[in-house]
């Protein structure tokens, strides 16, 4: 059964929804279609690996998956798909998310999970928009015309910067 949706947005605990809503954000900037769910490496791990197992033949084609804590969850659906998957560490009460950034990046031989920034739901979801625009160049052209205005953004604060010096800058 094939659909639309290309990225999966998972999370281990709805608790999450607060982060990763800027994963769904920038898909629906970029007219992606995406499904969100919360699935739990250690208390639903047999969903899982169904969820991964499934990814690829429902249609989609990159997975995001969020976790704080231990955040196994990158790492056991990578385990079960072929797609890419992408991490995102979720601060946490303790170690501000160190925990969760180190499990992902540290995937044994064979297992890659890309990861983003503690938090970095955002670019995780431009990560993701990246890798679909390898074989869509509508989508590739979104996204340069996307750096091209954050590049403009970026000079106008520095022209303005410029003319009126820090302190009136900051007043506003």
């Not at 170690?95 to 920034?117: E, F, K, N």
């Amino acid at each position: 059964m094939k659909t639309s949706i290309k990225v999966g947005i998972i999370m281990g605990s709805d608790s999450d929804l607060e982060v990763m809503k800027e994963s769904a954000v920038i898909l629906e900037e970029f007219g992606i279609d995406y499904e969100m769910t919360v699935i739990s490496a250690h208390r639903s791990p047999i969903l899982a690996h169904k969820y991964a197992q499934n990814a690829s033949p429902r249609g989609l084609k990159v997975i995001i998956a969020a976790a704080g804590g231990a955040a196994h969850l990158a790492g056991v659906l990578a385990s079960f798909t072929t797609l890419p998957v992408i991490g995102v560490p979720i601060k946490a009460k303790t170690l501000d998310g160190l925990d969760s950034l180190l499990s992902m990046v540290q995937m044994p031989p064979g297992i890659p999970v890309a990861t983003v920034g503690i938090n970095g739901a955002k670019n995780a979801g431009l990560l993701a928009i990246e890798i679909l625009s390898i074989s869509d160049k509508n989508l590739e052209k979104k996204l340069i015309t996307y750096k091209q205005k954050m590049a403009e953004e970026v000079k106008k604060k520095g022209e303005k910067l410029l003319k009126i010096g820090f302190k009136k800058y900051l007043e506003k």
